[in-house]
């Protein structure tokens, strides 16, 4: 017998919005009912491809369709009273990175959530990127021998045309490269060793040709573990790159999130075979479905998720004051 369809609306038919219709549409178990966003035309356009109803209010999407899941897929501002809006309406949540503006916001999410009883996933795709699962196997086989290093470097023009502004106005985004994309990396860091960040030392700069926010970044940071690890980042036009080098006392690995995994086992690095997987999507709704169904936290809940939020803050006050900062 096919399975009862929990019907899931999404908030946002931004950039990151036809991710999860195709994810949504592929996940037995899900069907998509509708989408809100304030530009109505975007709506539309969404809604004429999947068969499905547009909103340009998400209070009355919520009202009106009684969906079970929410996605959030909305500036960082809007999370906080979204969350707690759905939430307040009995709808499991599938919150978009970074889970809001501050720690003080997350809490606040978490107790909606807690009195509705509900699920939530965070978005922090880095869980469920092939490459990544592949390498956090190859650390816990050993086989790098002890971990002592992470280095991770970002590059990207974050100053495109085509960014929306609201993603360099500090209080719509909670800050600059660090914000989105940084956020990325102390996640896949932390997750990837299974440490939180204890303490942080950072430097930003500020010369973006649009907004307030930051426009690069570092950050030396330490985990509880004790494993040191550094996070570069530059959004002014250059050279895109994305690469995590993580280094053992036996050898290193490369990981090009998304694109491929290297290992050196003393020479130069080899190319790793990394078994295809389903998309970090799909995953994400199938961890979000069968969270639902045993009652059960998913394996990105808001506890964690706050954490790297009380990361990325103690990044900006050490940034502010010059001054290392303790979790
Ligand atoms: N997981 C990932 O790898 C990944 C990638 C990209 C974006 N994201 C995250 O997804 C979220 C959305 O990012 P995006 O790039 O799609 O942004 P975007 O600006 O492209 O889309 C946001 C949409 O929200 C709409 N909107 C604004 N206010 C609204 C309101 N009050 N009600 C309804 N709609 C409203 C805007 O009109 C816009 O269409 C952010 O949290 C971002 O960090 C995650």
Redesign the pocket.
């Known amino acids: 017998m096919k399975k009862a369809e929990l019907k899931v609306a999404v908030?946002?038919?931004?950039?990151?919005?036809g991710q999860h219709f195709d994810a949504i549409r592929r996940t037995d178990g899900f069907v998509a009912c509708a989408v809100?966003?304030?530009?109505q035309e975007?709506a539309q356009a969404i809604a004429d491809t999947y068969g499905i109803a547009a909103y340009?209010?998400?209070q009355e999407l919520i009202r009106q369709e009684r969906p079970d899941v929410v996605v959030i897929?909305?500036?960082?501002f809007?999370?906080r009273e979204t969350a707690i809006f759905a939430a307040e309406h009995g709808c499991h949540l599938m919150l978009?990175?970074?889970m809001a503006l501050n720690v003080a916001e997350c809490d606040d999410i978490m107790e909606a959530a807690s009195k509705a009883d509900i699920r939530i996933l965070i978005?922090h795709?880095q869980h469920y990127m092939a490459e990544n699962i592949h390498a956090k196997r190859i650390i816990e086989s050993g086989e790098l021998g002890e971990i002592v290093m992470i280095n991770d470097v970002r590059h990207l023009n974050y100053y495109q045309d085509t960014r929306?502004q609201?993603?360099l106005e500090k209080d719509k985004s909670g800050g600059g490269i660090l914000a989105?994309l940084g956020t990325?990396s102390i996640d896949k860091i932390q997750w990837l060793m299974d440490s939180s960040v204890r303490k942080v030392s950072a430097k930003v700069s500020h010369h973006g040709k649009r907004g307030n926010v930051e426009g690069s970044g570092i950050i030396y940071m330490e985990l509880a573990s004790g494993l040191p690890a550094s996070i570069a980042q530059s959004g002014y036009p250059g050279a895109t790159r994305n690469e995590t080098e993580i280094i053992g006392t036996l050898g290193m690995l490369k990981l090009v999130t998304g694109v491929s995994l290297w290992i050196s086992r003393g020479g130069a690095y080899e190319q790793v075979d990394v078994p295809p997987m389903d998309t970090p999507f799909e995953l994400q709704y199938k961890d979000l479905l069968s969270a639902i169904e045993a009652k059960s936290e998913t394996s990105c809940p808001p506890e964690y998720a706050r954490g790297v939020i009380a990361a990325l803050e103690a990044v900006y006050r050490s940034a502010e004051t010059g001054v290392e900062q303790f979790l």
């Open positions: 908030l946002g038919a931004g950039a990151i919005a809100a966003d304030i530009q975007r340009s209010d998400y897929a909305l500036p960082h809007l999370h978009e990175k970074p978005g795709t929306p609201w993603f989105n990325h």
